[in-house]
């Protein structure tokens, strides 16, 4: 039986995301927080499941994450139409350089610095989530926290709609497994200046509860 692997970050997200599934096939596990352990935790997942006979289908990197203001509100949910390495290169007395713009080639950076979605993937959670915010979500080790930080990237990356830690990641692993890959996002707060008050992370995870109900 050929299954849907959801990683997540954190064990909440993986409680929020079973609370809403009505297909006992789908295999949710909680990775850890950053692209790098999530990666790998990922890559060890899928090589046990098919050393075991056992292979999954498609990889979906779930939870919550942050919004840019003006493209997704808080406790909306996001498709990911690509998953993009946002902090992934070098500083320069100009600004910042992508780091596919340093001359590495791409089988350097796993493919790309970014992982397209899988295109049957993404329209089937398009169908079943039509609501749903869809745009590049960014994936970052450091959590966007200034004003001036979020116009940046908000300029850089003008298809983005949010940013989380974990989705480019687990994109990679999936990918050098030949798996098709997705990600789901609910928003918990604004992309921007750190205000824990304005928090809403009950809200986003009943969010992801409720869009995990189509998940196959």
């Given at each position: ?6 990683v997540?970050?954190?064990?909440v997200?993986?409680?929020?995301v079973?609370a ?12 850890g927080?950053?692209?790098a352990v999530?990666?790998a935790a ?5 090589a046990?499941?098919?050393?075991a ?25 996001v ?5 993009v ?18 001359g590495?080639?791409?089988e350097?950076l ?16 398009r169908?079943?989530l ?7 979500v960014?994936?970052v080790?450091?959590?966007t ?10 300029a850089r990356?003008?298809?983005a ?6 989705g480019?990641?687990?994109?990679v692993?999936?990918t050098?497994?030949g ?25 986003a ?10 998940l196959?």
């Amino acid at each position: 039986m050929t299954r849907l692997l959801v990683v997540t970050a954190v064990p909440v997200e993986a409680e929020a995301v079973r609370a809403g599934l009505t297909d006992p096939t789908v295999t949710v596990r909680p990775v850890g927080v950053g692209p790098a352990v999530a990666g790998a935790a990922t890559a060890r997942l899928l090589a046990l499941a098919e050393a075991a006979g056992h292979p999954f289908r498609a990889v979906l990197s779930a939870g919550v994450g942050g919004g840019f203001a003006d493209r997704v509100p808080v406790a909306g949910t996001v498709l990911g139409t690509r998953s993009v390495a946002a902090d992934l290169g070098a500083e320069s007395p100009a600004g910042f350089i992508p780091v596919d713009e340093l001359g590495m080639p791409p089988e350097w950076l796993g493919g790309g610095p970014s992982v397209d979605a899988d295109a049957a993937l993404l329209a089937e959670l398009r169908q079943a989530l039509p609501t749903a915010t869809v745009g590049a979500v960014l994936t970052v080790s450091t959590v966007t926290g200034t004003a001036a930080s979020t116009l940046a990237l908000a300029a850089r990356h003008p298809d983005a709609v949010a940013e989380a830690m974990e989705g480019y990641g687990v994109a990679v692993a999936a990918t050098q497994a030949g798996l098709p890959f997705g990600e789901l996002r609910t928003i918990s707060n604004p992309v921007g200046p750190r205000d824990r008050d304005a928090w809403r992370m009950r809200e986003a995870l009943a969010a992801l509860t409720e869009a995990a109900q189509v998940l196959r």
